[in-house]
């Protein structure tokens, strides 16, 4: 059974960097049929794809997050990790990650919240 497991600091501070890793069981991060996704959703905005990791190893980013988000993988441990530089209150959210094939999101973690506040 393929199971995704996000783990964070819970609280960051403004301009301070966000880091969220995803661990795997169950799939390979490195299968090239599959993505490997950083999806948020905050009670304003809604839900908001952010990047993805492909099998392949190559980082995407949205256009609106590009320049402060950085995707990168671990194949020895199975995960993959999200950073997001000079946050402010506007990037607190539950932040999820997710397997993608033929882009659909077919499985998902629990979902972490991320608040940033000093």
């Known amino acids: 059974q393929v199971q995704l497991q996000e783990s964070g600091p819970g609280l960051v501070q403004p301009s301070q960097t966000l880091s969220l890793t995803c661990t795997v069981s169950?799939?390979?991060?490195?299968?090239?049929?599959?993505?490997w996704s950083w999806i948020r959703q905050s009670p304003e905005k809604g839900p908001e794809w952010m990047g993805a990791m492909t099998g392949f190893g190559t980082a995407v980013y949205s256009p609106s997050l590009k320049s402060r988000a950085s995707i990168f993988r671990d194949t020895s441990k199975n995960q993959f990790t999200l950073q997001v530089r000079s946050v402010t209150p506007e990037d607190t959210a539950v932040y999820y990650c997710?397997?993608?094939?033929?882009?659909?999101?077919?499985?998902w973690g629990q979902g972490a919240l991320i608040t940033v506040s000093s």
């Open positions: 997710a397997r993608v094939r033929d882009r659909t999101c077919d499985y």
């Open positions: 169950g799939a390979s991060v490195t299968t090239a049929t599959y993505d």
